[in-house]
């Protein structure tokens, strides 16, 4: 399994990157990528599994974790994302509360809050797909089970303050 960040020239890609002053502006995960990969992510149309070579033709991975587990326990974390996150809305409100904040941050230095105040349960941003990784985290290696735990609120995380936390 790997956790991987990225960027593209999509208008949204451009803008989180510049109002961030960070190098990636996307999240997600890839399952059984010795065999090509499957990715599991949010975009605006949602969460949803997308073929992984298709997916690298869109977007430049900037950061990549690589988790080592046993198949097994890919299989059951793959199944658990699927079973609770597939075929969920996009997070349209988080996601304009988090441009908003980027706004305000860019502008006049003003820091984001902990804590996204438009959140939707049920609808996700990409980095919200972290909360998958952490149900999970029977099935994790504990170090990166307990990083997960750290983070008080996904949808108000940058996708590169997301990786700084899960690598450090």
């Not at 999509?10 to 997600?28: E, M, N, T, V, Y």
């Not at 010795?34 to 992510?41: K, T």
């Not at 988090?98 to 804590?115: E, G, H, I, S, Y």
């Amino acid at each position: 399994m790997k956790l991987i960040w990225t960027k593209s020239n999509l208008p949204l890609s451009l803008f989180i990157r510049w109002g961030l002053k960070q190098d990636c502006s996307h999240f997600a995960i890839v399952f059984d990528d010795d065999n090509g990969g499957i990715v599991f992510e949010s975009n605006l149309l949602g969460t949803h599994i997308k073929w992984f070579p298709t997916f690298k033709d869109h977007c430049a991975i900037v950061h990549e974790i690589e988790v080592k587990l046993p198949l097994k326990k890919e299989e059951a974390i793959y199944q658990a994302t699927l079973s609770h996150y597939d075929d969920k809305s996009y997070d349209y409100k988080a996601f304009a509360y988090f441009c908003w904040r980027t706004l305000l941050l860019r502008l006049f230095n003003v820091a984001l809050p902990k804590k996204n105040a438009w959140d939707s349960k049920g609808a996700y941003i990409c980095v919200g797909l972290a909360k998958a990784l952490r149900d999970a985290k029977d099935s994790l290696p504990k170090k990166l089970a307990k990083k997960l735990e750290s983070v008080e609120d996904f949808e108000m995380v940058s996708p590169h303050d997301l990786f700084h936390i899960l690598s450090d």
